[in-house]
């Protein structure tokens, strides 16, 4: 089982950005997968989740800037970030729950002022 997050990059305040957590081991759509992050000395925080069902949860921070949604076709979850602020600045992570949590490698999105 892994996942891989991608689509980070250093950007200026403003712009947007897509992340990208592909798959595999057949763990697709067996339990809710998230978008995390961890800034440079804080604790890892939830960004949005999405459940199996398709229930979408985001963190206060994020609404009305980010969108995540599934790509069945390609067992794939994405992040879509609008309208970057410096203070997203950070190291995003791509989680899956299915009796165990799996984690991707995180993807460092920084964000210049």
């Known amino acids: 089982v892994q996942l891989q997050a991608s689509g980070g990059g250093l950007v200026q305040a403003g712009v947007s950005l897509r992340l990208s957590c592909a798959t595999s081991g057949r763990i697709f759509g067996l339990g809710p997968m998230g978008w995390y992050r961890q800034a440079p000395g804080a604790q890892r925080e939830m960004v949005a989740t999405?459940?199996?069902?398709?229930?979408?949860n985001y963190a206060d921070f994020v609404k009305g800037r980010f969108t995540t949604s599934i790509e069945n076709d390609n067992d794939t979850v994405n992040l879509q970030m609008n309208k970057l602020r410096p203070d997203d600045t950070a190291i995003y992570y791509c989680?899956?729950?299915?009796?165990?949590?799996?984690w991707g490698q995180g993807t460092l999105v920084t964000v210049s002022s």
């Open positions: 999405i459940s199996n069902r398709g229930i979408i």
């Open positions: 989680k899956m729950h299915h009796v165990v949590d799996y």
